[in-house]
């Protein structure tokens, strides 16, 4: 398959994206690209050689380590290419750039918010439940960590219907489904044009939404496991104690990252497992709620981030 004069195939690069403000940003093993769409309808692009970590340092590429590596590069990747992005439609507008450091700050107020929305307050809900419903349990059972996942599965899918209802994180959804139209494309060997990408399906089991949901099954299961072993009293103690439950769950995310990726990518490459399918069918059912069908001219901003991305993986491979 030929992209802007490059012989990459399929097998040789796995290529990852992310939608952003109007755009889309692709990412290579060596390369990142950036296109957005600005109001005059011209297309800006940002575009660059990239290494991870891992390259530098081995023992970052190791199984189970990779995986909380590769979510750190991509929010500090995401940052930056979301930064750009909102400065060419500010650009539009004739107003001030927005500064890495105040999208660092939004972007760190936002991870906050997640937290206290996404682990502090399932678990004390769940502690709720568990004191005053009508079965008691504490944090040793396995049903406060299935409450606490369902909870957590409730305030997140409500959170992406509540902002999907806005404009613009609905055209955000579309270049969503424009991203994963246009890997779909590239991973079918198949031309780089808006014909082709045209033609596939929004829903891709390798997208951090899926990734999202295989952390919430994974967590259920590890909690289960580990807070017997470090609350042998049963209940879990008073409402201070709780707060320790809760700095151990942020902490247990890095191996539940690590291991959600390890099986994301291993069902992706084995998707004829029945078993696997089925661990990896909740996300794609969630991503229907964060893709919508794009435009052909959205698509076309998509095709124009990878080919990039992969001209410059070209490059770097040859050189």
Same mark, same amino acid.
């Given at each position: 398959?030929?992209?802007?004069?490059?012989?990459?195939?399929?097998?040789?690069?796995?290529?990852?994206?992310?939608?952003?403000?109007?755009?889309?940003?692709?990412?290579?093993?060596?390369?990142?690209?950036?296109?957005?769409?600005?109001?005059?309808?011209?297309?800006?692009?940002?575009?660059?050689?990239?290494?991870?970590?891992?390259?530098?340092?081995?023992?970052?590429?190791?199984?189970?380590?990779?995986?909380?590596?590769?979510?750190?590069?991509?929010?500090?990747?995401?940052?930056?290419?979301?930064?750009?992005?909102?400065?060419?439609?500010?650009?539009?507008?004739?107003?001030?750039?927005?500064?890495?450091?105040?999208?660092?700050?939004?972007?760190?107020?936002?991870?906050?918010?997640?937290?206290?929305?996404?682990?502090?307050?399932?678990?004390?809900?769940?502690?709720? *439940?568990?004191?005053?419903?009508?079965?008691?349990?504490?944090?040793?059972?396995?049903?406060?960590?299935?409450?606490?996942?369902?909870?957590?599965?409730?305030?997140?899918?409500?959170?992406?219907?509540?902002? +999907?209802?806005?404009?613009?994180?609905?055209?955000?959804?579309?270049?969503?489904?424009?991203?994963?139209? +246009?890997?779909?494309?590239?991973?079918?060997?198949?031309?780089?044009?808006?014909?082709?990408?045209?033609?596939?399906?929004?829903?891709?089991?390798?997208?951090?939404?899926?990734?999202?949901?295989?952390?919430?099954? *994974?967590?259920?299961?590890?909690?289960?496991?580990?807070?017997?072993?470090?609350?042998?009293?049963?209940?879990?103690?008073?409402?201070?104690?709780?707060?320790?439950?809760?700095?151990?769950?942020?902490?247990?995310?890095?191996?539940?990252?690590?291991?959600?990726?390890?099986?994301?990518?291993?069902?992706?490459?084995?998707?004829?497992?029945?078993?696997?399918?089925?661990?990896?069918?909740?996300?794609?059912?969630?991503?229907?709620?964060?893709?919508?069908?794009? +435009?052909?001219?959205?698509?076309?901003?998509?095709?124009?981030?990878?080919?990039?991305?992969? +001209?410059?993986?070209?490059?770097?491979?040859?050189?």
């Amino acid at each position: 398959m030929n992209c802007s004069g490059t012989s990459i195939t399929k097998k040789e690069v796995k290529v990852g994206g992310q939608a952003v403000l109007e755009g889309v940003m692709m990412r290579s093993p060596s390369a990142l690209a950036v296109a957005v769409r600005k109001a005059s309808g011209e297309v800006a692009i940002k575009e660059t050689p990239w290494k991870s970590w891992s390259d530098r340092f081995p023992w970052m590429a190791w199984p189970f380590v990779r995986g909380s590596v590769i979510l750190f590069e991509a929010l500090v990747n995401g940052l930056d290419a979301l930064t750009f992005s909102a400065n060419q439609a500010l650009d539009d507008e004739d107003e001030d750039e927005m500064g890495f450091w105040t999208m660092s700050f939004t972007i760190a107020a936002a991870i906050g918010l997640g937290l206290l929305m996404f682990v502090v307050a399932p678990h004390y809900l769940s502690l709720l *439940i568990g004191r005053f419903g009508p079965m008691r349990f504490g944090v040793t059972s396995i049903t406060f960590h299935a409450i606490d996942g369902v909870i957590k599965l409730a305030f997140f899918i409500g959170y992406i219907w509540l902002i +999907s209802q806005i404009k613009e994180i609905g055209r955000l959804f579309e270049y969503h489904g424009a991203e994963h139209k +246009s890997i779909y494309t590239y991973e079918a060997g198949q031309e780089l044009i808006v014909e082709n990408a045209r033609e596939h399906i929004t829903l891709h089991p390798r997208c951090g939404t899926a990734f999202i949901i295989v952390v919430l099954m *994974i967590s259920i299961l590890l909690f289960t496991i580990v807070f017997p072993l470090i609350s042998p009293a049963g209940r879990g103690g008073g409402w201070a104690l709780q707060l320790l439950y809760v700095a151990v769950k942020i902490v247990l995310m890095l191996p539940i990252a690590g291991a959600a990726y390890e099986l994301n990518r291993y069902a992706s490459q084995h998707m004829d497992n029945a078993i696997l399918k089925a661990a990896i069918i909740p996300g794609l059912w969630v991503q229907k709620l964060t893709t919508r069908e794009p +435009s052909d001219d959205q698509i076309e901003v998509a095709l124009i981030a990878l080919k990039r991305a992969l +001209s410059i993986e070209a490059a770097q491979s040859a050189s």
